[in-house]
Each structure stands twice: as structure tokens, then as C-alpha cells.
């Protein structure tokens, strides 16, 4: 037990680096300590610019001020006047996974440093030789290795400090002379200079890719939190309005059931009351019936006539011929008129005519039939509306702009089908092919009135909004064309208002037989580009891309737009004014 402690304090007390008892113990931020001279020369002599531990190799920040331990040399200073010596530790002896002193005899000691001149590698006290002499100051010292032998030339047992670029491997200088003469060759450390130069160069674009991707993300991230807001909060707005929605139809519900219990109540006392005084006629009949009969029964003539004229005269009757049954009319019963946006449920009192009139049956189905012809109505929009708000949900698009594509085949991906709008079309086009097909007409075409319509330009906007990313294809059949997209608020009348790419709410391509011009804000830019009949148009709405493509064996692109919408758009054309101009929005599979 005894010499189980004296062993402990003989390794407790001596330093890992020169194997030695302790001089001048400091210790370091990693707890380990050593001799304040063998630490200094591990940092001054390192390769690495970064300071750390040479047993545990922690790395530190800045290199740690080295304060002599006075209480550790204190205990070494007893250690020595009780006649004990340092022994190395077990953790200084190599291990299977270590790199072993090429010199120890016996047990070998970790090596500290390889030397791949020497190709050997060295513990604390056999590297002395190479920090003290002159003659091993250009030998080159690295962090322990395993491999130093593979420096070594399998054919000529020489170290191969050269490199064959022509096939890509290091060689020994008599290799350099023998079956490499004529290769380019070249020093390692020449060929190591231009790697390392590739390799920052590489590296460079290694960051500058990661910084990239940092920054994107960084957008993905604000996306998530912008998407989570936008929803919660149009889930709180959509639940605040299907509310409101559901309290007024809960009010009009209520106030059919207190107008129908109203006009129940009013009706009833009506029919109570005619019921009362046809009981009082029946009373008064019965009277002056039984004393008819008592005055039929006397016998004197004198005493009958005596007695005529004090019976009692009748009341004014309710003729039955004034009671009739009849059904329920639109003008004597209660009504809810149908629903509209301007509009909302009423309810009319039943109107008193000279007679009184009984309804059979069902008294009231006149608003059973109302309120359903409402439900009918409901029904019909929220159907109607559910594609739109079903589109405006699907069109939300969160990842970071792609870019355009590069084939026709990749525009296709984003192919749609466009319809026109004949709310929209003047009055001088015709449309045909399912509202696909506009075509110029010498004659005013047959159009509803609406506040929609073109009035003095000859064009055209389809039905459907675009936002997220679209592809469609316009087909010129004949004459001048104008391919546009533009906003829906665009003003309807007036040239420069209206007209398509004459202001700051549409941009349009016009297109000819022999040329190209795109318009926007009334500014013209002249295109160059292969004739087609056949116009590509992509938009990428929420990145802010318009292209238009000429479209034939290839797809050509003619003009791009960079720019933000701040609206939902609508594809358009404007034709010519020659009669029988025309433009086909072509469907794409």
C-alpha cells in the first residue's frame, strides 16, 4: 500500500513533456500541468497557430498566461527532500492507438513530434536533439504520424519530395529520371502551392454557397413566421365573418318567426271575432225563431195581429255568402323576397280585403317557399365562391422564387387554361371557341350593359386572375395583336386610360407580321427576336417576372419583366382595327 502512494505521487509530480520531476509547475486552463519551460517552447515551436493542451489537445482562444502553481511547487520541493523520483506515468507510455517513440528501448513513450526528414517520430526527451542542434534546424516537425513511411518510394527506398502531374502521383527524384523521364514533373511543395491555391479557391465558393444558403435559410425561417401570422390571422378574420354571416341569417330567422307569430295572432283574433259574432247572430235567429213560433201557435187572428209587431227586429247579418275559402295569394299573405347582395329578407302584413277569406291547409307555405328559395340562393353562391376561395388558398406560394425554365416542356408545368371575359370584350369582337377566340367585327356584336366593358379599345380581359406562377400560349391568326396582362381596376374608357400598356396598370407585346414592341406606361421598347404567330407568356407573380417567348421549333425569349405586382392580373389581347383580326388562346396539354 505503501508503495501503491509513493508510485501516485511520482507520477502525480512529473511532467508529461520532459518526463522529469516538475520545475517551475504551472497548469493551464485544461487542468494538466507542466514545466513553464517545456510548455513555452511546445507554443513557440507548434505548427499550429492555435494553442492547446499536448495531452488532452483542448484547444484555447489566445494563449493562456502561464503563472507559476505555488502550492504544486510547494509539494514538489517535499517530494524531493523525501528521497522520491519521478517516474513517467502510464498515459505517457504509447498505447495501440498512439504513435510510439522510434527511439525509446523498451517501453516506448508517446511520441510528441515526427520529423519527415528523418522519417522517425519522437517523445519529449529524444526531440531535444532537434530543438538544440543546428543540424536538425530545417528538419520539418509535425504532429505525430503513422504514415511516414508511406513518404517512403516502394522502388528506390528514397523519400518522394517530387510529384507527376502526368499521373497524378508523388515520386522519388530517381523516379523523376527513370520511368517518369519525360513526364511533368514537379517539387511536392510546388504542386501542394497550386492545390492549396484550387483548394482556397474552392473553399471561397464553399463559403460564399453557405452563406447563401444562410441567407435563405434565414428567409425560409421569416417565410414560416409570415405564413403562420397570415394564416392565423385570415383564420380570424374568416371565422369573424362566417359569424357575422351567421347572426344575420340567426336575425332574419328570428324576425320571420316574430312577423309569422305576429300575423298568426292578428289573424286569429279576426277569425275569433267573426267567430264570436256569427255565434251572436245564431243567438239572435234562435230568439226570434222560437217566438215566431210561439206567435204562429195562437189561434185568435185578432190576438196574432195584436201581437205582430212587438217582435224583435234582427241585427245586421254577415250574409254566408261574404265567407269564402280561397287560396293563399302573393298579395294577402306574408313574403320574404329573395336574397341579394342589396338586399335582405322582408316580411309584408296581410292586407285586409272587404271579405274575410280562410286559407286551407297550409296558411302560411307562401314563406316556407321563400325561405327556401333563399337556402337555393345561398347554396348557389357559397358554391359559386368555393372554387375562388379554394384557388386563393392553393395560389399561396412560400418557397423562394425558381428560376424560369429553360424548355418548353418546363413552361408547360405551369400551363393554364384562359377563358375571356364577355363582361369585359367591346363591342365590336366577336367571341367564339368557348370564349377562347376573339375575332374584330364590322358590325356592333349583341352584349349585355356592364360596367366592365371597353368602350373604346378593342380588347379583352379573361375571367380568370392569375397570381403564383402561370404559363398560357396565344395563337395570332390574323392582323395586329396586342398579348397583354394587366390589373382588373384598369380604368374602361379612354385611349391612353384603357389601352393596354399605355399606362402604369398593364403591360402588353404588340405583334405583327414583321415586327415586335413592347409597351409599358406608354414608354415603347422595339424587340428583335424570330417572327411567330405563336406567343409564350410566364409569370411568376410573386417574384415579379413577366417573359414573353416567341414560340415555334424553339422557344426564343423576347422581352423580360422585372418588376413588383402589387395586384392580381389578368391576361388580355387588343386586336387591330382591320375586320377580321383575331387571336386564339391556345389550350396546352
Known amino acids: 500500500m505503501a508503495q501503491k502512494g509513493v508510485q501516485l505521487d511520482q507520477e502525480t509530480f512529473s511532467c508529461s513533456m520532459c518526463l522529469e520531476v516538475l520545475k517551475d509547475p504551472v497548469t493551464i486552463p485544461c487542468g494538466h500541468s507542466y514545466c513553464m519551460n517545456c510548455i513555452k517552447t511546445y507554443w513557440d515551436e507548434g505548427e499550429k497557430k492555435i494553442p492547446s493542451c499536448p495531452l488532452c489537445r483542448e484547444t484555447f482562444n489566445q494563449r493562456p498566461v502561464l503563472v507559476k502553481n505555488t502550492m504544486l511547487a510547494a509539494l514538489v520541493e517535499e517530494m524531493k527532500k523525501s528521497g522520491l523520483q519521478a517516474a513517467p506515468a502510464d498515459h505517457c507510455y504509447a498505447g495501440p492507438e498512439d504513435v510510439a517513440c522510434d527511439f525509446c528501448s523498451g517501453r516506448k513513450l508517446k511520441a510528441i513530434k515526427s520529423c519527415l526528414v528523418c522519417l522517425a517520430s519522437y517523445c519529449q526527451k529524444h526531440l531535444q536533439p532537434h530543438r538544440d542542434s543546428s543540424t536538425f534546424k530545417k528538419h520539418k516537425l509535425v504532429d505525430p504520424s503513422k504514415n511516414l513511411q508511406d513518404n517512403i518510394c516502394p522502388r528506390h527506398g528514397e523519400v518522394m519530395k517530387m510529384f507527376c502531374r502526368t499521373d497524378q502521383k508523388c515520386i522519388c527524384y530517381l523516379c523523376s529520371v527513370d520511368e517518369h523521364k519525360g513526364h ?169 280585403s272587404s271579405s274575410t277569406s280562410i286559407r286551407p291547409l297550409s296558411y302560411f307555405e307562401d314563406v316556407t317557399a321563400a325561405v327556401s328559395e333563399v337556402r337555393g340562393q345561398l347554396q348557389d353562391i357559397l358554391r359559386d365562391m368555393w372554387t375562388n376561395f379554394s384557388q386563393a388558398v392553393t395560389d399561396v406560394d412560400v418557397l423562394l422564387s425558381q428560376p424560369e425554365p429553360k424548355s ?81 381596376n384598369i380604368i374602361r374608357s379612354g385611349w391612353e386610360e384603357s389601352a393596354f400598356g399605355f399606362n402604369d396598370k398593364s403591360w402588353s407585346l404588340y405583334c405583327s407580321s414583321d415586327r415586335y414592341v413592347f409597351f409599358y406606361n406608354s414608354i415603347r421598347t422595339s424587340l428583335s427576336g424570330p417572327l411567330s404567330s405563336r406567343i409564350g407568356v410566364y409569370l411568376d407573380h410573386r417574384a415579379g417576372v413577366l417573359s414573353f417567348y416567341s414560340v415555334s421549333g424553339t422557344m426564343t425569349l423576347l422581352h423580360r419583366v422585372q418588376t413588383s405586382f402589387t395586384q392580381p392580373l389578368h391576361a388580355g389581347v387588343y386586336l387591330g382595327y382591320t375586320n377580321g383580326d383575331s387571336a386564339e388562346f391556345c389550350k396546352l396539354k
Request: proline share 3%; net charge negative.
Open 184 to 352: 511533368d514533373t514537379v517539387s511536392a511543395a510546388a504542386e501542394r502551392t497550386e492545390r492549396q491555391r484550387e483548394m482556397e479557391v474552392s473553399q471561397q465558393q464553399i463559403q460564399q454557397e453557405i452563406q447563401d444558403r444562410e441567407k435563405d435559410v434565414k428567409l425560409l425561417q421569416q417565410e414560416v413566421e409570415a405564413i403562420n401570422q397570415s394564416a392565423d390571422k385570415t383564420v380570424e378574420d374568416s371565422e369573424e365573418i362566417f359569424t357575422e354571416l351567421i347572426s344575420l341569417l340567426q336575425k332574419r330567422s328570428s324576425d320571420v318567426k316574430q312577423q309569422i307569430r305576429s300575423q298568426q295572432e292578428t289573424e286569429v283574433r279576426r277569425v275569433r271575432e267573426l267567430e264570436k259574432k256569427l255565434q251572436q247572430e245564431i243567438s239572435d235567429l234562435k230568439r226570434r225563431d222560437a217566438e215566431m213560433k210561439q206567435l204562429r201557435d195562437i189561434e185568435d187572428h185578432n190576438q196574432f195581429l195584436h201581437n205582430y209587431p212587438s217582435l224583435s227586429p234582427l241585427s245586421e247579418s254577415t250574409h254566408s255568402s261574404s265567407i269564402s275559402i280561397r287560396p293563399l295569394t302573393h298579395s294577402s299573405s306574408i313574403s320574404i323576397r329573395p336574397l341579394t347582395h342589396s338586399s335582405s329578407i322582408s316580411i309584408r302584413p296581410l292586407t285586409h
Open 408 to 488: 418548353r416542356a418546363g413552361f408547360l408545368k405551369y400551363s393554364c387554361e384562359i377563358s375571356l371575359d364577355p363582361n369585359t370584350v367591346h363591342t365590336l369582337l366577336l367571341l367564339s371557341e368557348e370564349n377562347r377566340k376573339v375575332t374584330f367585327m364590322e358590325k356592333h356584336q349583341r352584349y349585355s350593359s356592364h360596367p366592365d366593358r371597353f368602350t373604346e379599345c378593342w380588347q379583352v380581359l379573361s375571367r380568370e386572375s392569375l397570381t403564383g406562377r402561370h404559363y398560357w400560349e396565344v395563337e395570332k391568326k390574323a392582323g395586329e395583336v396586342y398579348v397583354a396582362v394587366s390589373y382588373k
